[in-house]
């Protein structure tokens, strides 16, 4: 940043904006965050939400490392393009005067002036040499991004060039070192007093990060004996970064090791992905914590908490991290991990985890070359009737799961065909960017309550169907609700029927003369289809959308609740919820 | 023959019969018919058909050169395989014992006894040498064929076997000379009463037919100067085969040069295919008369005639005579031709022509691979409406015509939405049979009546969509209908919707992934779709099934009549006609 920009800038701008204010209003409204931008860690983005006026107020710190810039944008677009993002700029014209304009780029990633201006109450702060500037979630302007609940990428770029206007700057001419994205919930809660308890920190311990771009680290670790001695709760947790790693550690998570209490498990520390990691490792694989950039700590509501230890459950716990290392950089030592805040003092509820969605399973597939496909798993009245306490349960929490191709996922809530406001929606979803989000507002959900969770596939770039499965490469479509009372019901999952999945193979074969197995799996069956024409893929869309399903309705011993589950109606729903007035 | 079996036969099974006969009703019922079985002659068919009982005689004659046989066996197939046929069987077991049996062949040709027995009233007459039964149209036996009008498929067996029992003689086992199949209309109406009148022969003189399989012979003629300076009235027309040649003449047409009166046509006469056929002769195109095997004379109705010459109308006709010459014998020496009654005392009505069905366009299709495929063209009340006259007129006669691959034909009629009886139906017809057919029932047709022509295709032999068209690989789907009294109206046919096939066109490429180019030809698009999977064919079938028409509802000089005739829906069908009674 070259001094004259700063100081031009604040004597022409600073005094023009003199509407209401974020800090304007009291701090109880507030949730603050960060997140470094750049994986170098020179660029910390600082955001303050005040959810009572709708507003955001950004903070882009630069270290004394940061090169210097003629002109810097930062702003928001679908999925961390800069082509048709929208952004504010930052901008010093060639006679030495600065501009700062809302402005949003094209399919080409060249910049054009917003009609309306909404990048407000900018300011710079050359001690702290900071920006800092507001920005309304929803402004109603055509050109800007709307700033919703969930995953939303923030691009920024900068140069060096001597501008005479800022129309037609291109964004995307920039070398990979000026610009970049990153994925953030700028919905951060408002910030909940932390709870009080044991710590305890896992975390590697001063590691060599591998010269690679991208690394999952999986360390297992013994529980402390006082741990396994007494069940606990845990209450809170929370990131623990190594300073000056903030751009290097993507997203972590603790896992339970799901076995026999007494049964050891290999103090493994290495690739997950390795050859060499025990298979007996795998049962680590229920999750406890789970942390990704920019996430605050997770505080658990005050009358509950999430068991851990105790003589009834195995006595290990294993911690992956997913390293990000663009740079190749040999030099990294991290001993990031997670810090969990545990009680012996037990609250009066077990939190507990439950699996809304589609079942794992290779009956349910998204044609290839689709550019927003739907799936959608029931979680239907018959099902919670049977499996929640009378009473309901409360959710406080959701982590949404799907793999690569997944770019949006929410679930509905119904009750006697009656649409409630959305349990949890990500409109901007990324498998990239997986952590447990606390819910702004906790949900009661009640027996005979119907819950529909969707998932989005982007397979523009797959030349087969994308199958459901475990692999990487397959599909879920998951939503893993945080709640308590602890109940009996783990799984509340569904896939299309197995007898409308075989009218759909024979049509195939019948009526498309596609070369489907009827002795042959679904995936077999599935691959067999090709090409994926617009007519298949809806066809299919349309099989998922109108035919009866088959039902998991599992308790946590893995055993299905009693019933016939099997080719069941799609649930009723009456009255949707009405659109959303934008306040526009 | 052998002379035992004649004997024996007569001495066991004449007697056993007494019900019932075609003898013992009056002559009046009946129409005698006769067609040759075999391309040498050797085997004669006679038929008398009896309406009133619904019944029918047959009587095979052998010739003195027809070789010996220990078996025979005459019945009926779907288009004349051996396969699936229903026979009548006479054989002769190692014995020396005659029998006669009600036979059905299965899939493979083998011979298996009816469970009831209708091959009835057998008699052998040794001094005709002639094998005689009798048979009802329909016998309610689901292993018999059910004899309707329209083209039958007559086949016949024969061999030199010792036989211990007729179950499992494989008919297909025999050589060619050994079996065949004939293509006639045993449902020939009763015999009317001959027109006197002036014989105008149109005939071959002498010619040495071609050593090949199939030859369509073409001769221009001149109409004698008294037919060409009065206008006169065809009154009746039939065949003049030369004796002897039975075998070799499958059908004959006579057909009017279309053109102005003083052009001179030159008197080609040769193949009708060959290179050198002068082009102006292509317009002898106009039907006059038509013949095909089995077909009896054709007699106008009393009050009406053809009109033929007169000073309005060119000079010259032309006969095109189908030859069938299997055995590629080099001896054939033919004079056969038609011969037409013909008179200059017209009669009250003038006799007309008129085209029902699908436009000669390649705006329809049939799709690759299809078992039965329906095309229909509408003749729709707005074009009866506006084309035929207020007392209707009276149709008494049908040449229905497609080109290889048509199966069957029909004709339905509507009159304010409620159907009358079918107009003319062959379910068994063939290209290779075409015959104008004197109705059974002369039929009125008022302006506003509906006339629907259906016509079904095979094209299992088709690698590529059937698109209509004047080439014979193209198809047609017509109905030639004659009546009187002649009106304005020669053309009334339809074809989809310009707007629902650019629909059809548009969906295929953009949801079907199909290589249609929106400037191309709708044959060219047609010919983009493949493969023809059931799915795709079924999506055709429903676009003309449901789709808006245009019509051709044209004037005899090729004139539209005024009004707008395209997009226009199908006409509604209140009421169908009834499924027959049996009578089982």
């Not at 009834?312 to 740079?327: R, S």
Request: net charge negative; charged share 25%.
């Amino acid at each position: 940043m070259r001094a004259k920009c700063v100081v031009a800038v604040f004597s022409t701008l600073l005094s023009c904006h003199l509407s209401f204010s974020i800090y304007e209003n009291p701090k109880q409204h507030l949730a603050e965050s960060e997140a470094v931008l750049d994986p170098k860690g020179e660029l910390l983005l600082k955001w303050r939400v005040d959810y009572s006026i709708r507003r955001i107020q950004f903070e882009i710190v630069l270290s004394r490392k940061a090169p210097e810039f003629d002109w810097f944008a930062l702003g928001f677009s679908d999925r961390g393009e800069l082509k048709n993002s929208d952004v504010c700029l930052l901008w010093t014209d060639y006679k030495g005067r600065d501009h700062f304009e809302d402005m949003h780029a094209d399919a080409h990633g060249k910049l054009f002036r917003d009609r309306q201006q909404d990048c407000e109450r900018f300011h710079l702060n050359s001690q702290s040499r900071s920006i800092v500037f507001e920005r309304s979630f929803d402004t109603c302007d055509k050109d800007d991004y709307v700033i919703e609940d969930g995953t939303v990428h923030v691009v920024w770029a900068r140069g060096l060039d001597k501008l005479y206007s800022s129309k037609g700057l291109c964004l995307t001419a920039t070398s990979s070192s000026d610009h970049g994205f990153i994925r953030v919930r700028l919905w951060t809660p408002p910030n909940q007093p932390k709870t009080t308890g044991q710590e305890l920190k896992i975390t590697n311990n001063n590691l060599k990060v591998p010269e690679s771009d991208t690394t999952y680290w999986c360390k297992i670790f013994k529980l402390p004996d006082f741990v396994t001695e007494r069940p606990h709760h845990i209450t809170q947790f929370e990131s623990s970064i190594t300073k000056g790693n903030e751009g290097l550690v993507h997203h972590m998570e603790l896992f339970y090791c799901d076995a026999e209490p007494n049964l050891e498990m290999p103090l493994y520390e290495g690739n997950c992905f390795a050859n060499d990691r025990p298979e007996i490792t795998r049962r680590c694989s229920k999750v406890k914590s789970a942390w990704a950039m920019g996430a605050p700590p997770f505080v658990y509501p005050g009358e509950a908490g999430l068991p851990l230890g105790g003589p009834q459950a195995n006595k290990y716990v294993m911690l992956e991290v997913h390293y990000n290392n663009p740079e190749l950089r040999k030099d990294w030592v991290d001993s990031s991990g997670i810090v969990v805040y545990i009680t012996a003092d037990l609250r009066r509820y077990n939190a507990a985890v439950m699996e809304l969605g589609l079942e794992y399973t290779d009956k349910m597939a998204i044609p290839a070359g689709q550019n927003t496909f739907p799936l959608t798993g029931h979680c239907i009245p018959q099902c919670t009737g049977v499996g929640l306490p009378p009473r309901g349960i409360v959710i406080f929490g959701s982590q949404l799961h799907t793999h690569l191709t997944g770019v949006a996922v929410w679930t509905r809530h119904f009750r006697q065909g009656i649409e409630l406001p959305v349990l949890n929606k990500d409109m901007h979803y990324s498998t990239h960017f997986q952590e447990i989000r606390i819910l702004h507002r906790p949900v009661k959900v009640l027996p005979d309550d119907y819950l529909q969770t969707t998932c989005i596939y982007n397979t523009l770039e797959r030349e087969n169907a994308t199958i459901g499965g475990h692999a990487i490469t397959d599909e879920m479509c998951v939503n893993y609700i945080h709640y308590y009372p602890a109940t009996d019901l783990e799984v509340c999952k569904s896939a299309v029927s197995n007898l409308a999945l075989e009218n759909y193979f024979k049509f195939e074969k019948q009526w498309d003369n596609m070369t489907i197995s009827y002795e042959g799996s679904p995936r077999e069956n599935y691959l067999a289809v090709n090409p994926w024409t617009p007519l298949r893929a809806n066809a299919l869309k349309e099989l998922y959308t109108e035919s009866p399903i088959s039902m998991q309705c599992n308790k946590s011993d893995g055993n299905r609740f009693q019933g016939d589950w099997e080719g069941l109606p799609l649930p009723r729903i009456k009255v949707t919820l009405p659109i959303k007035n934008r306040h526009c």
